[in-house]
């Protein structure tokens, strides 16, 4: 059982996080400085900051570094709570563009893209060493070009991780103790919420886990509405990490970390119902399994996104956050 199946999963998850991180750097690296100023400008509608945040989050494929900086922001008093409920939407939605590349099933192209990248990325950094007298816009425009390849890079080694976690597929079917929750799962959906977002919360990654649910289905092992469940469980446990970084901060901060939870878990709420129906629609758009649940999770995104976005717009949220005197400040 190790060597086929924990060794593999082990492994693979190192892989694939090893791989976002360098992504999520890269693009950081590109397109961080700007984005507290970017928030800032592009706020000044709830719908605006959903549209935002969702391009933001797709490009720097870390919904967390978008959650973290709006809980700074509003901590100063920058932007409003309605702004901030704005922007935690539309970081759901962005974060669909990484599950649904994956649900794309590419991952044979993942060495050839690997060398691709790291070629064009040892190429710019030469080319930006001997343009050290060149003009500023000359050399930000290489610094970036040399992090997109970067960024091609990790993105490469998220498809290799997922590869090498694809073959505990045919262990997992001998198992006993997989079985019994496939079982349960087939009892009662919830079973599979609670292992999405458990799972979540624990490793700190939803991507990690509904690529495992995708890798899953796309073999045959788990079943599409078993794998529906854990994705949905998953937007659940992902909100642990918006709780931690607003822990011992002020009030405003706490609420953007909050706001996260109430908005993920009613939508869980309003939606574990519906599997069947979001299967429906999946399969409607595609026939592959693991396309299935990438474009589930888009849809359940999407909806609940939008059917929130009326609330953000009540009155009671148009004003800035206020500190309270009993708000710790952060140790550094």
Not at 241 to 248: D, E, N
């Amino acid at each position: 059982m190790f060597r086929e199946v924990i060794l593999p999963l082990l492994y693979g998850l190192m892989i694939f996080f090893g791989g976002m991180k360098l992504m999520e750097t890269a693009l950081q690296r590109m397109a961080g400085p700007m984005l507290a100023d970017w928030l800032n400008r592009a706020t000044s509608a709830p719908w605006k900051g959903m549209a935002f945040s969702a391009g933001a989050t797709a490009l720097l494929q870390s919904s967390t570094a978008v959650t973290v900086l709006t809980i700074g922001l509003a901590n100063a008093r920058l932007i409003t709570y309605g702004r901030t409920l704005g922007i935690i939407l539309g970081t759901n939605i962005g974060t669909c563009l990484t599950t649904e590349l994956i649900g794309l099933q590419i991952g044979r192209a993942s060495l050839p893209l690997l060398l691709v990248s790291l070629t064009g990325w040892a190429i710019f950094i030469v080319l930006g060493e001997r343009n050290q007298a060149a003009p500023e816009r000359t050399r930000r425009s290489l610094s970036t070009i040399q992090f997109s390849f970067l960024a091609a890079a990790g993105f490469a080694l998220v498809m290799t991780g997922i590869q090498v976690m694809q073959s505990i597929a045919i262990p997992l079917r001998s198992m006993g103790v997989f079985q019994w929750f496939l079982e349960r799962s087939a009892d009662s959906l919830w079973w599979g919420f609670l292992a999405g977002a458990c799972l979540t919360a624990l490793i700190h990654s939803s991507a990690a886990v509904i690529s495992m649910a995708i890798t899953l289905a796309a073999t045959g092992v788990l079943p599409v509405e078993i794998g529906i469940a854990i994705v949905i469980g998953s937007n659940v446990g992902t909100c642990i990490t918006a709780v931690i970084a607003a822990a011992g901060g002020a009030s405003a901060g706490k609420f953007v970390a909050a706001s996260h939870v109430v908005l993920n878990i009613a939508g869980a709420l309003l939606f574990m119902p519906l599997i069947g129906q979001l299967h429906a629609a999946s399969a409607w758009l595609s026939a592959d399994n693991g396309a299935q649940i990438a474009h589930a999770q888009t849809l359940f995104n999407i909806i609940s996104s939008l059917l929130a976005l009326p609330f953000c717009y009540l009155p009671i949220w148009h004003k800035p956050p206020v500190h309270t005197s009993s708000a710790k400040t952060p140790v550094v």
